[in-house]
């Protein structure tokens, strides 16, 4: 199934989500504002209690901001770079939304998945509660091939029984590989393709 969106820009998501400043991107590693639209509207449909994402900015500004206008949910993200790390708290704390997101100082370590080897998050510091938003926008894709498809199977374990996968750059070949990677190993999931300026796969379980 696919879907097309609006495109609004992110002077407008601020205002959207109540943010009295300028929402903070940068323009190479900033998800776009229609991704970023998606992930608030998701929030303010499902109104989910424990998100995860895997890299940290913008997104974790506007995950954070849509829990607060719900009142509910806090926003875990798992994060490689210490500078991005501490960026993200600063806006957070600029907004006023630090009690609504954690950012994770997550080093990148060597695992063996599937006979195969990436470069991944380290996970020691996950809280325990059950996740039922997952947004896959990290580690970056010049890594290595398919960088991002450990996300699923690594944190399988950690997924609530009814949840949500959102993957940023679903537009790209090897997103897309990936993509048909997971559904052939966990086919449990159904997918639909969000025609975003990059992008989105949005896999649901229910």
Known sequence: MTAKRAAPGYADLACRLGLEAPLAHDPKWSAAPDFLAL?????????????????????????????????????????????????????????????????????????????????????????????????????????????????LPRLMDRLAPACTVLLDDAARPDEQELVALWLTRHPDFRLDYIHTDRGCARLTRP
């Open 39 to 151: 992930l608030a509207e998701h929030v303010e449909l499902t109104r989910p209690d424990t998100i995860l994402e895997c890299s940290s900015g913008a997104s974790t500004v506007v995950l954070a901001a849509a829990c607060r206008m719900q009142g509910q949910g806090h926003v875990h993200s798992l994060e490689n770079g210490p500078e991005f790390a501490a960026a993200t708290r600063r806006e957070l704390a600029r907004h006023g939304l630090a009690t609504w997101a954690t950012v994770l100082d997550a080093p990148l370590i060597p695992i063996t998945l599937e006979g195969r080897a990436f470069q991944w998050y380290e996970t020691a510091a996950l809280p325990p509660a059950p996740i039922q938003m997952l947004v896959i926008d990290g580690p970056p894709g010049f890594l290595q091939p398919h960088s991002r498809y450990p996300a």
